[in-house]
């Protein structure tokens, strides 16, 4: 059981280039979250989607792409990066009768 | 979800007791709180939650105020790899928009 799993885990753009972060779990959790955290600051929450073919966006979604592939996959894309989203990215999961969010180790985005 | 306000750092020395405030005054009655911890450069690790009773696990205890408009998470014995950002978050169980919001947090240092 991997829990939450995110690739990659370092990226370096250029402003302009376009990525997707992936993020998986594998522990049947309906719904999947999206946030960003920047150096001392609290997380912020981009997007979730609370159920396989659903998304809603969350307090920063400018500049964001999602999509729910299945359960399982939760994809986060930049069109376009600005040094902006120079950030640390963490995915999330949740069972829909469960306590807690199950987090994933983070990635590193450094947009130049 | 209500808003939480929580000091910005502590301190506490290895082998303490750590006692981490969170002020909710404006939580409604289906709200939980929930604390939540993250180790630097980590996820966040889910830690306790509860409603209106105090609440004790292998890692906290929580303290809820009859009103239920605070609470203290408590560390029994603090040890170095206590040092981390505690977030204390309220939030309704199974509410409709599933979102967790992350503030600020409090900074703990644990000090040998």
């Known amino acids: 059981n991997a829990g939450v799993t995110q690739t990659p885990k370092f990226q370096v753009l250029k402003t302009g280039q376009s990525m997707t972060l992936q993020c998986a779990q594998d522990?049947?959790?309906?719904?999947m979250y999206w946030y960003r955290q920047d150096p001392g600051m609290g997380l912020r929450l981009i997007y979730y989607?609370?159920?396989?073919?659903?998304?809603d966006k969350g307090e920063v979604p400018n500049g964001y792409n999602v999509s729910r592939l299945n359960k399982r996959e939760f994809s986060l894309r930049l069109e376009s990066a600005a040094p902006s989203q120079t950030s640390v990215y963490f995915c999330?999961?949740?069972?829909?009768?469960?306590?807690?969010?199950?987090f994933g180790p983070g990635t590193r985005l450094l947009v130049l | 979800d209500a808003k939480t306000t929580q000091p910005t750092s502590m301190d506490c020395a290895e082998g303490r007791a750590a006692n981490l405030p969170c002020n909710h005054s404006t939580i409604s009655g289906n709200e939980y709180v929930y604390w939540y911890r993250q180790i630097h450069s980590q996820g966040p690790q889910y830690i306790i939650h509860g409603l209106k009773n105090n609440e004790t696990n292998e890692m906290a205890s929580l303290i809820i105020t009859e009103d239920r408009k605070s609470s203290t998470l408590i560390l029994p014995h603090a040890t170095l790899r206590d040092t981390a950002v505690y977030y204390c978050?309220?939030?309704?169980?199974?509410?409709?928009?599933?979102?967790?919001?992350f503030g600020a947090g409090t900074r703990l240092f644990v000090k040998a």
């Open positions: 522990m049947n959790h309906n719904s």
């Open positions: 989607s609370a159920s396989e073919g659903t998304t």
């Open positions: 999330a999961s949740r069972d829909r009768d469960g306590e807690t969010q199950y």
């Open positions: 978050i309220v939030r309704g169980r199974n509410t409709g928009g599933f979102k967790t919001i």
